[in-house]
């Protein structure tokens, strides 16, 4: 994975390596391969008993992997349909791939919460994220006034 991430980088002509148009490409292509191989992954735990973690603030059950399990590939199709349209409004970067995976990463300790505590957790996690997300347009007067 790391020759892979090299080779990539020195294909590049500019030196800001995570800007450049194929580091989005190549982000991309790595998140859809991590989002089909954590959805399978959950897909195959949905028989696994109950069980807690972390002193009972995470609980793993095979109706919250379906669930996880759905919310992969469901981001999945969201960022493949999105591709163009980000594309199209310049806005197809490796950072925006990144913080979808964040939001994400708070639905899925949203899903397995067993705790208030662990609720906020995965709520602040999806939020923070998703105020990056609004704040990305710079050039939008109302994105930046909501973020």
């Known amino acids: 994975m790391t020759s892979a991430f090299i080779k990539e ?3 590049n002509d500019s030196n800001d390596v995570f800007h450049a148009p194929r ?3 190549f982000v991309y292509f790595c998140s859809c391969l991590l989002l089909i191989g954590l959805g399978i992954a959950f897909l195959f735990r949905t028989g696994d008993l109950p069980y807690l973690a972390m002193a009972g603030l995470f609980q793993s059950d095979p109706i919250s992997n379906l669930l996880k399990a759905g919310s992969c590939f469901a ?3 969201s960022l493949i349909y999105s591709k163009q349209y980000l594309i ?5 970067r490796p950072d925006f791939i990144v913080l979808t995976l964040f939001a994400l990463l708070g639905q899925l300790v949203l899903i ?3 705790n208030l505590i662990t609720l906020y957790l995965g709520l602040e ?5 998703t105020y990056g997300l609004v704040a990305m347009r710079h050039t939008s007067g109302l994105s930046s006034e909501a973020a």
């Open 9 to 11: 980088a020195k294909g």
């Open 23 to 25: 580091a989005a490409s």
């Open 75 to 77: 981001l999945l199709v």
């Open 88 to 92: 199209d409004r310049g806005l197809f």
């Open 112 to 114: 397995s919460a067993n």
């Open 125 to 129: 996690l999806m939020a923070l994220s």
